[in-house]
Structure formats: C-alpha cells, structure tokens
C-alpha cells in the first residue's frame, strides 16, 4: 500500500533527451534546459514587478507622511509636552505597495487633553444589490485623536455625541461607528453643501458652531483649500464599537477626533488650519484657552434637559446592553445544560442492552411526536 501512494506522489521522472539541442546548464546532477520553462520568466518578472511597486509605493508614502509630518511639526511641538521625534513614523507592516504609518503618540502641554494621531492607508471596495455599482476610496487618512483628561471630562466636557462629515464619508458610517447611532443627521446653513451635521441635540450643535473667540469653526470648514482635505470631526464620549457589556467607568472617556485626506507632498500646509481649530475646540469644550463663550465648557451651554436627556439616553442604552448581554448568559447556561442533559442521556443508553436501546429511542420518538402535535394544535 505504501508503495504504491509513493508511486502517485512521486513525480516523473525530466526527459533527458539526448536529441534536445537548446541551450543546458549542467551543475553535478543538476540539469537545467531553458527551453523547458515558458512560463516561469513571465511569473517572475510579475512577482519582481511587485515587490518594485511594493518598495516605491512604500518609499512615496513615508515620504508624503513625513512632508505633512515636517510642515506641522511647529504646530505640535507648541502644543506637546514631549519633544516630537524628527522621524515621528513607526512603520505598520501589510500587504499593500502603500503601507500605513503611524504618527507617535505625546502628551499635550496643556492640562486638557492628550492627543495621539495616526496616518493609515484606507482602501474600500462596495458593490451593492448585485447592481453594477463600483465605490473605490484610495486614500491616505490623517486621523488625530484627542482625549480628555479625567478633571475636564467630569465637569467641563458634556457627555454626547456630535459630529461635521463630509457626505461622501456618510455611506455605512454608522456601522464603522456605533457610537453615531446617538445621532440625527441634519444640515446646518453656516456649513458648506457638502458637510452634515451628526447632532443628538440642537443646541449642542448651536455652542459649537457659533464664533468662539478667534475660533470660527464654520468659516475653517468652509475654506476651500481645507474644505477639499475634510473628512470628519467628531466630539463622543462612546467607543466605536457596540461593548458586550456596560463599560466601567474607569474604562470610558471623551475624545475629539479630527479625521483629513492625507494632502500631497505640494500641498501639504492645507490642513494647518484644521489642525490649529482642532486644538482651540479642544481648549474651548474644556473651557480653558483664550475661547470665549465657553466658560465653564461645553457642558456648561446646554439647557438642563438637554442634560438629561442625554443622561436618560446613556442610561437606556446601557440597560438594553446589560439586559443582552444577560440574554446571552442566560442562553449560554441553558445550551450548557442541555448539552450536559443529552450526555448523560447518552452515557445512559450506552450501558443498556440492545433492546432496551432500542425501547427508549422508540419512547423518545413518541414523546418528540408528541410534542410537534401539541405545538401545532396551540398555533
């Protein structure tokens, strides 16, 4: 038997023909006839050819990141405590010619928040109801992710979800993001045409759009050489997925994230205006910075029901999470009973003879019978 599957996984053996007349390389017992391999060169020159792109893909990449990176190093460095790293890339190893990179993570100077940015390659392909309908996004996002210190989240920092989108990023937003599932979509005049607003309350909507000092977030949005590099900006205080279970409080915190299109190398001091409103938005939802009309924060310009609303929404939320989840428990223990249950039924007809074996499968049928009749005359 052996033999014989040795046979069939054996391969035949080279025809060394002696009437071959191509050119041969021989080395020891190693004969090689070019004239063999048609195809193989044509594999090759495909599997170089990517590696090529690979590496020039790799090496036009790190070099858009680290011009955008130089450009706004002046601005980061005036707002982290931490020296930025002449180099702030750590490489993301992945299958693309243009691998994602990652802007290292520094503490702000100011007692607000911290910040962390990350630059990542985000590709996606969507076709929809078997229609002929190709959405292809190929582009380098710039996302910068500030969080908010305990002290300024207790007090100054309202517990909501509000978000400007581009309309273009809105398709499945709400499944890459949970926590916009707080939301109303609405439009806002003093926005262009081609932004949303995600809001759960008008008035938070109102606070932030309004003239804050030297900060007019509605005249940055609507410049159009920012305007084209916008993405998304987005105040929460959910994760941005849907948790199993209702996170304890040691674990939750409020982030502003300010979302880009990575700009070309030429282009590249496009976003300074976006990045520098992010950093007076954050210094006026804190209620710290030279920002008027934010004393005491956000928290501190919304009505008193909208404050608890927002509350009775989060508590909502969290009942339903929590009552799923012992859902799911619940439907665990039941599933690891019958399992138990349908074991030991079957250790016990195991230890009987063949007789009654077949006695009690005659039983069991009947009572199954008997149930599916029961069921049908109820419905």
């Not at 030429?266 to 409103?277: I, K, M």
């Not at 310009?301 to 428990?329: D, F, G, H, W």
Request: proline share 8%.
């Amino acid at each position: 038997m052996a033999s014989l599957l040795l046979s069939f996984l054996t391969p035949p053996p080279v025809n060394l023909s002696p009437d071959y007349e191509g050119t041969e390389y021989r080395w020891k017992f190693i004969t090689i006839r070019p004239a063999f391999f048609q195809n193989e060169p044509y594999f090759i020159a495909g599997i170089l050819l990517f590696i090529a792109l690979y590496f020039w893909g790799k090496r036009v990449n790190q070099s858009r990141v680290n011009k955008w990176f130089d450009t706004h190093t002046p601005l980061l460095e005036a707002q982290f405590s931490m020296p930025i790293p002449a180099n702030g890339l750590t490489e993301t190893p992945t299958g693309s010619t243009s691998p994602p990179a990652v802007v290292q993570s520094s503490p702000c100077t100011r007692p607000s928040p911290s910040a962390r940015g990350t630059i990542s390659s985000n590709t996606s392909t969507n076709s929809d109801g078997g229609l002929m309908e190709l959405d292809y996004k190929a582009a380098d996002a710039v996302e910068l992710d500030f969080t908010f210190n305990a002290p300024a989240s207790a007090s100054a920092v309202p517990d909501c979800v509000w978000a400007v989108i581009a309309k273009d990023e809105m398709k499945g937003i709400r499944t890459r993001r949970w926590d916009f599932t707080f939301t109303k979509t609405t439009d806002n005049p003093t926005l262009p045409p081609s932004l949303t607003v995600m809001s759960e309350f008008a008035d938070i909507t109102t606070s932030l759009l309004k003239p804050l000092g030297a900060l007019d977030l509605p005249a940055v949005l609507s410049a159009p050489a920012t305007l084209k590099y916008f993405r998304s900006l987005s105040i929460t205080d959910q994760p941005r997925t849907r948790p199993s279970a209702p996170l304890p409080q040691s674990q939750r915190s409020k982030h502003l994230i300010l979302e880009l299109t990575l700009p070309p190398p030429s282009d590249a001091a496009a976003t300074l205006p976006l990045l520098q409103a992010a950093f007076q938005l954050v210094d006026a939802i804190a209620g710290e910075g030279k920002a008027s009309g934010m004393r005491g924060g956000l928290a501190a310009q919304l009505r008193p029901e909208t404050k608890n609303k927002l509350k009775k929404t989060r508590e909502e939320v969290e009942k339903q999470i929590r009552e799923e989840a012992k859902r799911e428990q619940r439907e665990e223990e039941e599933e690891k009973r019958a399992t138990a249950k349908r074991k030991a039924e079957e250790e016990r007809l195991s230890r009987l003879s063949a007789a009654d074996q077949k006695k009690a499968l005659d039983r069991e049928k009947k009572r199954a019978m008997r149930k599916s009749q029961t069921r049908m005359k109820v419905r």
